[in-house]
């Protein structure tokens, strides 16, 4: 009995790459993960600057810096010579929001800066974590100095990276009065508070921006 070569079945052909249909099935999973990831913090950061589905009345009680500045152009790094900038870069594990506190002279008003934005903090309860202190301040009178690690235990110190100047975003000037400048988990400066801001100023924005970000 002879078998003809019609009916025998092909081969299988074997493939080495995913087929057109599994590349378009890990492209739209890519895409999937990333808009989970980052798409919430996108939406807050068009919401809070365009007012879109925010509500209405809502107005924020810092000054908004439009557009945000990096944080890489403040030349700042911490005692032990960290560029600050490193701390915002690609993969960090637990971003959070970042308060500065920055003084050419820390007198009267500064330390109410230091204080407001210590009180804020701790009355955002459960979300405190999801905020961080730092302070890069120039003179201060020994007093202050004294009591800074007792008072303000959680505030990193910060100083000008060796070898720059910090160059500071429009309206903020330490030489002339203390802010606070809030940096978000992307290292974008965008928002200030002054002597003129209350506790419940600075309170009421980090609450809506934190409601808003679903990063930090």
């Given amino acids: 009995m002879t078998t003809t070569t019609a009916s025998r079945t092909p081969p299988r052909e074997e493939t080495n790459g995913p087929t057109p249909e599994q590349v378009r099935r890990g492209r739209r999973t890519a895409f999937l993960l990333f808009a989970l990831g980052f798409g919430p913090m996108i939406l807050a950061t068009i919401m809070y600057y365009t007012g879109w589905l925010n509500p209405a009345g809502h107005t924020n009680q810092g000054v908004l810096i439009a557009p945000p500045v990096s944080v890489t152009e403040l030349n700042l790094e911490t005692l032990s010579g960290e560029p600050l900038a490193k701390r915002f870069s690609a993969g960090q594990t637990d971003p959070q929001w970042l308060m500065v506190i920055a003084a050419s002279e820390c007198d009267s ?16 309860g459960k979300n405190a974590d999801r905020v961080s ?7 201060t009178t020994d007093d202050l100095a004294a009591r800074l690690p007792t008072e303000y235990p959680l505030m990193e110190r910060l100083v000008p990276a ?3 100047a910090p160059t500071w975003p429009a309206g903020i000037s330490p030489e002339r009065e203390p802010r606070i400048m809030l940096i978000d988990p992307f290292g974008n400066v965008m928002m200030h508070h002054g002597p003129e801001n209350t506790g419940k ?12 970000s679903q990063v930090g």
């Fill in 162 to 164: 060796a070898g720059a």
């Fill in 109 to 124: 008003r500064c330390e109410k800066l230091l204080y407001l934005a210590r009180q804020a903090n701790i009355a955002l």
């Fill in 133 to 139: 202190r730092a302070a890069v301040l120039g003179d």
């Fill in 201 to 212: 100023d600075i309170l009421k924005d980090l609450k809506h921006l934190l409601k808003l």
